[in-house]
């Protein structure tokens, strides 16, 4: 695919062709008419799920672009556009003798000057799993259009929310706003980002990624990564109070997303997210699943963040424990559930039941808490991974599960 240049005229004359139409322009000045006018047409079917290398995410792309224009941001791709191609290889992770395969995408990038000495980066990926395929876990027999509403239509009607917002605001460091392509094929386009900026790197203050926001749940959990990557975010984070948002902090500066790319690169980092739901990676991830009241509220507490920090000083970088590594990746069977990633207390909290897999089975429901599994006490998160990683297919265990307050033994047998 060739991605198609746009001019910074040429935007022009498509935002004001379409004043008036209902389809571009027409930005409400950070309202929630216009983050639902954002996502309607990212998760629309018209983009079939904006697949990296597709029509689907060029049209994204452009619609991007324009509302970056829209905003009066420049263009800080390539010679003079919002766009960044690239071309990157890649290996079908299941057969490691194939052949490279070559993805082409485009990071859409554009810049906030403020004449500070320092630049904030906001981050979110645009691209998603078009009709499925690696990744996808819907289990019809036909392809469906993955529409991503939240997966991550969220994050990119939340990055150009904040540009509205940094625009009328925030003076005390530049922005540089980035919609990543290539995020669902292994961070592609924020890792070709780093290696060849557009902007000068140690200029870079922090990172900030929106990946999955439109979820927010009635206990308003909100997950941010990344808090142990600056010794002066846990202060400014645990001072915030917005909306009754309860954040849930995890120190890495390492995750599957896009501020993975730049923290390798020794820049501090967050990344915002509201939990796995049981539309994740699946067909009915739609517009009318997103809570645009809580996506408000999660966008109120980044702007929060930016307020704390908008003095042009350089955050202090740190290292943190990559809490992944030690998880086993190896695994030769599943329960068939979702967990729960902004659960905190005593056990791995199930967010959904996939059907016909183990955990349904054997009776296990939404909600449930895994306390144990045969022999092994399950007490966070990775160690219900460390759990798992030790069972094989056939093998039948008793499965130790909170439900409602009860706790009850299932018998599990593994596919």
Not at 156 to 182: D, H, M, S, T
Not at 264 to 270: A, R, T
Request: charged share 20%; hydrophobic share 40%; with cysteine.
């Amino acid at each position: 695919m060739n991605i198609i240049r746009i001019s910074v005229l040429s935007l022009f004359l498509v935002v004001t062709s379409c004043k008036g139409t209902g389809q571009l322009g027409q930005h409400a000045g950070g309202s929630t008419e216009q983050l639902r006018k954002d996502i309607s047409y990212l998760a629309s079917d018209a983009l079939e799920g904006r697949e990296t290398g597709k029509p689907g995410a060029q049209l994204a792309a452009t619609y991007i672009a324009t509302r970056m224009a829209e905003l009066k941001l420049a263009p800080m791709g390539d010679e003079g556009t919002y766009f960044q191609e690239f071309a990157m290889p890649q290996f079908d992770p299941h057969n490691p003798h194939s052949t490279t395969s070559v993805v082409r995408g485009s990071n859409v990038i554009g810049f906030m000057d403020h004449g500070a000495e320092h630049t904030i980066v906001i981050g979110a990926h645009y691209d998603h799993l078009g009709y499925g395929g690696f990744g996808s876990l819907y289990i019809g027999a036909e392809p469906a259009i993955h529409n991503g509403a939240d997966d991550n239509a969220s994050g990119v009607a939340g990055l150009l929310y904040l540009a509205e917002v940094c625009k009328k605001q925030f003076r005390g460091n530049n922005f540089l706003f980035i919609a990543f392509a290539g995020e669902e094929r292994g961070l592609l386009g924020s890792n070709y980002f780093v290696k060849n900026a557009t902007t000068d790197l140690s200029s870079v203050n922090f990172m900030l990624n929106m990946d999955m926001i439109g979820r927010l749940k009635a206990e308003k959990s909100l997950a941010v990564y990344g808090v142990g990557t600056s010794p002066e975010w846990k202060p400014v984070l645990e001072a915030l109070q917005i909306d009754s948002i309860q954040m849930v902090p995890t120190e890495s500066g390492v995750g599957p997303s896009d501020h993975t790319s730049f923290y390798h690169e020794g820049i501090p980092v967050l990344h915002f997210f509201t939990g796995q739901h049981e539309d994740y990676h699946k067909p009915s991830d739609d517009t009318d699943k997103i809570n645009f009241a809580g996506m408000q509220s999660v966008l109120k507490y980044i702007e929060a963040v930016l307020q704390a920090l908008d003095d042009d000083a350089k955050l202090v970088f740190q290292e943190t424990q990559d809490s992944t590594q030690s998880m086993r990746t190896d695994f030769k069977v599943t329960l068939g559930v979702m967990p729960d990633y902004l659960y905190s207390g005593k056990g791995m909290r199930i967010d959904g039941v996939r059907p016909d897999r183990p955990a349904a089975k054997a009776g296990i429901l939404k909600g449930d808490i895994v306390l144990r599994m045969s022999d092994l006490e399950v007490i966070d998160m990775m160690s219900y991974m460390e759990a798992l990683g030790t069972f094989v297919p056939g093998q039948t265990i008793k499965v130790l599960i909170e439900h409602e307050g009860v706790q009850l033994e299932k018998e599990v047998t593994f596919d």
